[in-house]
């Protein structure tokens, strides 16, 4: 059974960081690639980030030059570093990992940006 947890949400205010995690419970070499995506109350899931196991790094045009995906295949461990965070950031934040045709989800973190 494979799952993804998230942690490193919170509040935080505008202009701070955050940085998020993904662990999965095996190797994410299994995974053909790994994302990030964010949900705002009352809108759709869209997404933000992704890594593949092999290739570039690509990131939605909203959170370009502030956020920065990477791994850390030695930890199972996918990040999601969010600088200048704005209040339009706010939103809950699902780490997925896409393993032959189906996609794992986590359970989401919450990320407030308020002050």
């Known amino acids: 059974q494979v799952q993804l947890v998230e942690s490193g949400g919170g509040l935080v205010q505008p202009g701070g960081s955050l940085r998020l995690s993904c662990t999965a419970s095996g190797s994410i070499f299994t995974f053909a690639h790994m994302g990030w995506y964010r949900q705002a109350s009352g809108k759709q899931r869209e997404w933000v980030a992704i890594?593949?196991?092999?290739?570039?790094?690509n990131y939605a045009d909203s959170v370009k030059g502030r956020f920065t995906i990477s791994r850390d295949n030695a930890k199972n461990t996918v990040y999601l570093q969010m600088n200048s965070l704005r209040p339009e950031d706010t939103a809950v934040y699902y780490c997925?990992?896409?393993?032959?045709?189906?996609?794992?989800w986590g359970q989401g973190t919450q990320v407030t940006v308020s002050s």
């Open positions: 890594i593949p196991n092999a290739g570039f790094t």
């Open positions: 997925l990992g896409h393993l032959g045709r189906t996609d794992y």
